[in-house]
């Protein structure tokens, strides 16, 4: 009988350490959750706050360094592309001999 009760307890810690474990889990779901989230807001602020800029809608002497480096960085992705493109279009498959 006593094997019993020490059973039953050994199952209840148990089932209250897994119920902790799942609450633990939800947590930290929703904590990357919201954290996935903030970053997303503030790529879509940088994102307006650099087009804003562009467009002479605001100014502000800090803006300037970041905005400059994202066109820069712009730029260098275009050109990069345009490479990629060009190797493509070069590149032709061996041909085969079939006679």
Known sequence: MAEE???????DRLK?????????TREGVETLQTKRE???AYGELGRKTAELVGS?????????????????????LEADEAA???????????????S
Do not use: Y
């Open 5 to 11: 009760s020490e059973g039953r307890k050994f199952l």
């Open 38 to 40: 903030l970053s997303q």
């Open 84 to 98: 990629d493109a060009e190797v493509e279009e070069t590149a032709t498959p061996p041909e085969t001999d079939e």
């Open 56 to 76: 002479g809608a605001i100014t502000h002497p800090d803006l300037v360094p970041l905005v400059d480096r994202i066109t820069e960085l712009e730029a260098q």
């Open 16 to 24: 209250e350490a897994s119920v902790n474990v799942a609450q633990m």
